[in-house]
DNA sequence: CGACTTTGACCCGCGC
DNA sequence: GCGCGGGTCAAAGTCG
């Protein structure tokens, strides 16, 4: 018997050293991740203050030169085709609702089952301003059923009803990257005041990440959340790297 | 009682 | 023209 239970502590202590070895390599690759999101960020702002001062200079060339013909300065106004875009939230997978808090308020409309996913897709309406025309549809993905699939349509007429997903200064937003999305995705973990934690995937096309990267960059509370983040993350070391 | 959800019916665009 | 599928409507039900 003692020798048995000595091969089985030594079958144990084996498990745990190749279990350590996979997270340390996990942890590796992770580290990496952060690095060169960190670094693209850089490049990203360096390229946005360059365009900025750029545009800066184009206008007020223009409008020294004739002062009559200020409205051909304005920007061309976006395509009117409402804007659409991808979210994906992680939630609890035993919780059948369809409900993602995100700041706005919401009124169901329809629902239906659709051809390429058993799953219900809901319908809703932005409920604080009858008038807003921004719709969204929820789902969940077929493949991983706790994550849920927020598509919106349109852009708000109006501000947040409360603040933004609940993050206030002293519960910094988290953000990290998923190691398991092949596509461009940032994957944020939202804390709110109440330690709850929404992870929200942004899914992006090449054409909308540009713009939505530069839209980041001028949200004040975007960049002291990243930066705090960073600072926060007990796995980026950049002197050991 | 008002706001919201549920759900079946209806509408409309698209492919064949 | 027809059928299919996605999106919307609206009446009934539910909840606080």
Redesign the pocket.
Known sequence: MGSEECVSDRNKVHNLKVELERLSKENEGLKRMISAMYSNYEILEGHLKRKRADEEGSIAMVLSHDSSQRQMTRPIAPPTRPMERNVFVRTDARDA???VKDGY?????????????PS??????C?TDPSCPV?R?VQRCAEDESVLMV?Y?GEHTHGLVGGMHGCKASSPCSVSVNPVRPSITTDLTLSDTNHKTTTVYQNFTNSNMEEYVASLARDPNFVSALATSVARSSIYHPNQA
Do not use: A, H, M
Request: aromatic fraction near 14%; hydrophobic fraction near 15%; charge should be positive.
């Open positions: 609702g369809l409900t308020q919401w009124r169901k409309y329809g629902q239906k089952v659709t051809k390429d996913n219900p897709r809901s319908y809703f309406r409920s719709k549809k598509t349509e």
